[in-house]
T-cell receptor, first 115, second 116 residues
Framework: AQTVTQSQPEMSVQEAETVTLSCTYD???????LFWYKQPPSRQMILVIR??????QNATENRFSVNFQKAAKSFSLKISDSQLGDAAMYFC????????????FGEGTQLTVNP | DGGITQSPKYLFRKEGQNVTLSCEQN?????MYWYRQDPGQGLRLIYY???????QKGDIAEGYSVSREKKESFPLTVTSAQKNPTAFYLC???????????????FGQGTRLTVV
């Protein structure tokens, strides 16, 4: 079974600084998707960034980028120029390609942004 | 607008009663999921369904039941057998077969269930 692990329950960063959230996963498959979701206090889940496993290039979305290391099964999220609105719970998630799969989440990392 | 809708937003249940949480999507997604989230915790999978009339247990299915009679709908029933049902429940759906270029899971706004 696939597992997703986030080893940092809490992280903090100064406004305008950069922070990296860690995620590792375990799978024997080669075709899958990885995601980072943000959950602010409203509890609405918001997609931050998506990575297809077959793509070697790391995904980027404005201030958000990932370091995808397929062989190491590592998928970290880097937030640059942190803003107060980035404060939230961040979840790493895994979805097997091709259907028939559960969407598996890590335990989450609570990010605090200090002014 | 396409999306996924959960109702109600807040739900109160007396001990010993069954209660059903609604989840509807108009995104034409085959896959749907139910998660439970406790305060300060991650998302734990209750049930998921990849196709109409079929569903699989997740990690914490005991005390819960689901049905998938229509592609658009995936209701969750919290039965009296669930010993600690007070939690936040999230429903999600994802692109057909997870092969779309923009595959992602879309989430409802959640239902906060409280046992009184």
């Amino acid at each position: 079974a696939q597992t997703v692990t986030q080893s940092q329950p809490e992280m903090s960063v100064q406004e305008a600084e950069t922070v990296t959230l860690s995620c590792t996963y375990d799978t024997s498959e080669s075709d899958y998707y990885l995601f980072w979701y943000k959950q602010p206090p409203s509890r609405q889940m918001i997609l931050v960034i998506r990575q297809e496993a077959y793509k070697q290039q790391n995904a980027t979305e404005n201030r958000f980028s990932v370091n995808f290391q397929k062989a190491a099964k590592s998928f970290s999220l880097k937030i640059s120029d942190s803003q107060l609105g980035d404060a939230a719970m961040y979840f790493c998630a895994y979805l097997l390609g091709g259907g028939g799969s559960r969407l598996t989440f890590g335990e989450g990392t609570q990010l605090t942004v200090n002014p | 607008d396409g999306g996924i809708t959960q109702s109600p937003k807040y739900l109160f249940r007396k001990e010993g009663q069954n209660v059903t949480l609604s989840c509807e999507q108009n995104l034409n997604h085959d896959a749907m999921y139910w998660y439970r989230q406790d305060p300060g915790q991650g998302l734990r999978l209750i049930y998921y369904s990849q196709i109409v009339n079929d569903f699989q247990k997740g990690d914490i299915a005991e005390g819960y039941s689901v049905s998938r009679e229509k592609k658009e709908s995936f209701p969750l029933t919290v039965t009296s057998a669930q010993k600690n049902p007070t939690a936040f429940y999230l429903c999600a759906s994802s692109s057909p077969y997870g092969r779309e270029p923009n595959t992602e899971a879309f989430f409802g706004q959640g239902t906060r269930l409280t046992v009184v």
